[in-house]
């Protein structure tokens, strides 16, 4: 039995709550009205095209393209197992590596140890490009998924055609703050990686621990990297799911919209 998908609630972010949890950021109470705030996010012809869809009628919108009215309708249950599914499959692919069948690159999470000598300055960087890599992953399938979504709201004409429509404005208009914003999640696990291994270090040279002997090096990694090895999972996983909500709401409004409407 399929797990039901997780409600979507506006203006909450799992990844939020994870960064603010974990003190990587402070918890900001929003002060302003979020039309307002949009507002500022957008330039001249951003706006323009986003008020041309709020302004466009529910009733009037325009007949498909012949190559959307080809494409198989989908039962919103069905659509629901769909993306669920991918969910899994990117979570999987988080944690323990991408499952067999799913199409998703095998992206491995590096060594349990760190290689000697060991420089702060650079020993981050294969857990940065792990990181990216997923990221770039997660961009992939969940866009995709959304497109597939909002194609089955709009193939239902009528206030849903709509509603795909100002999704499709909105993905266009935030996408390249969402990537930049996303982009220093990797710099504050950076940060707090970086800040545990000089002190690690500094404790090593105190007691004179031998780095080179391979107990060394396991205890190590179990007394301090393991843990961040697992938050970079964590924050891996809470990014997946704040990038679903957009979908999360469009199957939402799919499976409640009624036949006749």
């Known amino acids: 039995m399929t797990r039901p998908l997780p ?5 909450s972010s799992p990844l939020v709550r994870f960064l603010t949890e974990n003190t990587m950021m402070d918890a900001v109470q929003a002060t302003e009205d979020v039309g307002q705030k949009l507002g500022d996010w957008l330039n001249f ?10 302004q466009a009628a529910p009733g009037g919108t325009e007949p498909l393209p012949a190559h959307l009215q080809r494409a ?18 990117l979570a999987e692919s988080i944690t323990q ?13 590096p060594a349990s140890d760190l290689d000697e000598p060991i420089d702060p300055k650079t020993a981050f960087a294969p857990f940065r ?9 997660m961009e992939n399938s969940v866009r995709s998924l959304r497109a597939s979504v909002r194609l089955q709201l709009t193939k ?6 709509q509603l795909a429509a100002l999704d499709a404005a909105f993905e266009s ?3 390249e703050r969402e990537a930049l914003l996303l982009g220093k999640v990797s710099k504050m696990l950076e940060k707090r990686f970086v800040q545990a291994l000089k002190l690690q270090l500094k404790q090593q040279n105190e007691t004179q621990l031998d780095t080179n002997s391979p107990n060394g090096a396991t205890q190590q990694a179990l007394s301090w990297l393991t843990p961040h090895r697992q938050a970079l999972r964590n924050a891996l996983l809470a990014e997946l799911d704040t990038r679903l909500q957009p ?15």
């Open 7 to 11: 409600r979507a609630h506006f203006n």
């Open 45 to 54: 012809r951003q706006a323009i095209a986003l008020q041309s869809v709020f």
């Open 247 to 261: 979908t999360l709401g469009l199957l939402e409004a799919l499976t409640s919209e009624t036949p006749d409407t």
């Open 97 to 109: 590596g991408a499952p067999a069948g799913s199409g998703l690159a095998l992206i491995q999470m």
């Open 156 to 161: 239902r004409g009528g206030r849903l055609q």
């Open 129 to 137: 490009r792990f990181h990216a890599a997923h990221q770039r992953q």
């Open 72 to 89: 198989a309708s989908i039962s919103p249950a069905a659509l629901a197992v769909h993306v669920d599914k991918v969910r899994a499959q």
């Open 173 to 175: 208009i935030l996408s």
